[in-house]
């Protein structure tokens, strides 16, 4: 499984960006994508993630009403739409894949990770 993160960059405080997360094409009973972020000298932290229904989402909450996850099958993507960014946001965002039902909290427990984005919210 491959994944592609995009979209990252440079923006006010205030700004918006979408993120996209594109795969490989992939065949499992019970999945999950998610977004965690990497902030400077901190770990990694979940954001935000869906099922492979797409029937549930997962924020962490503080960002939820501000970030929006979709997925759009036909083209085997994932969205993380961003809105009322801060400086707080600023991290390297990555998208990843859970297979089975574990925690889909815990980074550890997803088995497949894109390279990172860069997302910089100036003050």
């Known amino acids: 499984v491959q994944l592609q993160a995009s979209g990252g960059g440079l923006v006010e405080t205030g700004g918006s960006l979408r993120l996209s997360c594109r795969t490989s094409?992939?065949?499992?009973?019970?999945?999950?994508i998610g977004w965690f972020r990497r902030a400077p000298g901190k770990g990694r932290e979940f954001v935000v993630g869906?099922?492979?229904?797409?029937?549930?989402?997962y924020y962490l909450d503080s960002v939820k009403g501000r970030f929006t996850i979709s997925r759009d099958n036909a083209k085997n993507t994932v969205y993380l739409q961003m809105y009322t960014l801060t400086p707080e946001d600023t991290a390297v965002y990555y998208c990843?894949?859970?297979?089975?039902?574990?925690?889909?909290?815990?980074?550890?427990?997803?088995?497949?990770w894109g390279k990172g984005t860069q997302v910089t919210v100036s003050s």
């Open positions: 869906i099922s492979w229904t797409g029937r549930s989402t």
């Open positions: 990843a894949v859970r297979v089975g039902t574990s925690s889909y909290y815990t980074p550890i427990n997803y088995d497949y």
């Open positions: 094409i992939f065949d499992f009973d019970d999945y999950v």
